[in-house]
């Protein structure tokens, strides 16, 4: 069993629609969760991090983490088109352990 | 420029020919990675280095060496290139207990 499931989609929604992604998880020692977006032939860059549970919300961005069913999402509200990429979350147990990603979905917002 | 800089961004080698890939920063950031990544494998840690001369395995260091005689310097070596190491590669370093920075990939592709 994988450390992190994703589903790799493809995801495909209207401009203007919210857009739920999500992972989960099977350690439960994680408690550092990141998500990172990654647009074709770039290097992924940092989106959103949070710390054990609770939710978190940066402008059209809200991350959530439920460690009691070690699952956690980003949520996209008003999506643009601009927003079209790969998503891939990220987790880890301590500051000093490597980082677990999932594979990774696609995300297209069709104008 | 700051940032995490990798060379070169596309390679196309031999099988059994040593490759060797690149990696700069310039924030003296004290932990790098390198990352590959493939389709419905997402990112795997190859090698990582919590500093100068010192480095630790990932999940998949067969078939890499690396070495870390500089902080701003984490050069990855293929010592005798097989096909399934056709992939893109991802250096990354990190200076907090959120998040990597990436560089942009390199595209290797053995024949």
């Known amino acids: 069993q994988k450390e992190v499931e994703q589903d790799p989609g493809p995801l495909s929604v209207p401009e203007g629609a919210i857009v739920s992604l999500n992972c989960t998880y099977s350690n439960s020692a994680f408690q550092y969760f990141m998500w990172y977006r990654q647009y074709s032939r770039k290097g992924p860059e940092l989106l959103m991090y949070t710390y054990s549970s609770g939710n978190k919300e940066d402008g059209r961005f809200t991350a959530q983490v439920d460690k009691s069913s070690k699952y956690i999402s980003l949520f996209i509200r008003d999506s643009q088109p601009s927003d079209s990429a790969t998503y891939l979350c990220a987790m880890s147990a301590n500051t000093g352990n490597q980082f677990y990603f999932g594979t990774g979905t696609s995300l297209t917002v069709i104008p | 420029d700051a940032g995490i800089t990798q060379s070169p961004r596309y390679k196309i080698t031999e099988t059994g020919r040593q490759v060797t890939l690149m990696c700069h920063q310039t924030w003296s950031h004290s932990y790098m990675f390198w990352y590959r990544q493939d389709l419905g494998h997402g990112l795997r840690l190859i090698y990582y280095s919590a500093a100068a001369d010192i480095t630790d395995k990932g999940e998949v260091p067969d078939g890499y060496v690396v070495s870390r005689s500089k902080t701003e310097n984490f050069p990855l070596t293929l010592e005798s290139a097989t096909r399934s190491q056709t992939s893109v590669y991802f250096c990354?370093?990190?200076?907090?207990?959120?998040?990597?920075?990436f560089g942009s990939g390199t595209r290797l592709t053995v024949v």
């Open positions: 990354a370093s990190r200076q907090d207990a959120y998040g990597y920075t």
